[in-house]
């Protein structure tokens, strides 16, 4: 079955680009109709979501973090990125991918990753 | 602050039936079907319900509807596996965003 893992740095100093991966595995990320899409959760707090990517390349993001979000695809991978810049310690969180699909003409989160903790600090 | 509003906490007895309740506007709930999400332990979440529609695998004491702008969730003959974070998701087509609800905390009694 699809499997979902996060991989990338736990530590990023403030004011730097957190960058991490979500491969896919089990199928193909260009294959059905889904979104990619990444979500975070500072420690004690809810789910809030940062963006989205088809599987065309079209993305959508947070407006609240929409000037510092890129999320970009690589089919020869299987893999998504998310790429965030100029962090603070406020961006410190687990952070998931997860795949939206269409249930009934309606999209819904299906698949989760595991989760990996990124804490921002000097 | 979350557009999308959920109880802080819920509590219930084995057995009993309980119901989370989400609610949002014109934007979001009342124009999309909403997702709800379970978190054991601030693991990683897992979906229970596509709008009124059970996930491959979750047991159908859960159930979901969703009446004007609030969405529920309801769990008949609750158990102690069903202690967790609840949070509730849907499209904002006036943000052009997803969104969450603040979360739920079930306790089983």
């Known amino acids: 079955q699809v499997q979902l893992q996060e991989s990338g740095p736990g530590l990023v100093k403030p004011s730097q680009t957190l960058s991490l991966t979500c491969t896919v595995s089990g199928g193909s990320i260009s294959s059905g109709n889904y979104y990619w899409s990444w979500i975070r959760q500072p420690a004690g707090k809810g789910l809030e979501w940062i963006g989205r990517?088809?599987?065309?390349?079209?993305?959508n993001y947070n407006p609240s973090l929409k000037s510092r979000v890129t999320i970009s695809v690589d089919t020869s991978k299987n893999q998504f990125s998310l790429n965030l810049s100029s962090v603070t310690a406020a961006d410190t969180a687990v952070y998931y991918c997860?795949?939206?699909?269409?249930?009934?003409?309606?999209?819904?989160?299906?698949?989760w990753g595991r989760g990996t903790l990124v804490t921002v600090s000097s | 602050q979350s557009a999308l509003t959920q109880e802080a906490s819920v509590s219930g007895t084995v057995g009993q039936k309980v119901t989370l309740s989400c609610t949002g506007n014109s934007n979001n709930i009342g124009s999309y079907a909403v997702g709800w999400y379970q978190q054991i332990s601030h693991g990683a979440p897992k979906t229970v319900m596509f709008g009124n529609s059970l996930p491959s695998g979750i047991p159908d004491r859960f159930s979901g509807s969703k009446s004007g702008t609030t969405a529920s969730l309801t769990i008949s003959g609750l158990q102690p596996e069903d202690e967790a974070d609840y949070y509730c998701s849907t499209w904002d087509y006036s943000l052009s965003a997803q969104v969450f609800g603040g979360g739920t905390k079930l306790t089983v009694l």
């Open positions: 997860a795949r939206q699909g269409v249930v009934g003409g309606n999209w819904y989160f299906d698949l």
């Open positions: 990517i088809y599987t065309s390349g079209s993305t």
